[in-house]
């Protein structure tokens, strides 16, 4: 069993299914996400598929997609 902490490799989660958004742009600069097997979810950067995964309880991603689909964020985007 592989020990999930934030900021781990994302090669070491082998056993996930990441995917992304069909909103996401076919150069492969995309946010995925996948969720783990204890219910937390991880979250990478597709240009970087080993780097660092970012691991998130379910009431954190909860609240932040509240927050995206309320418009908090986009102050974001240029």
Do not use: Q
């Amino acid at each position: 069993m592989v020990e999930i902490y934030n900021g781990m490799s994302a090669t070491r989660l082998n056993e996930v299914h990441w995917r992304r958004s069909t909103y996401s742009n076919p150069s492969g600069n995309c946010v995925e996400v996948a969720r783990l097997t204890g219910g937390d979810i991880a979250v990478r950067n597709s240009r970087d598929p080993g780097g660092p995964a970012l691991i998130y309880t379910p009431a954190e991603i909860e609240a932040f997609l509240r927050g995206a689909k309320g418009g908090e964020f986009d102050d974001l985007i240029v």
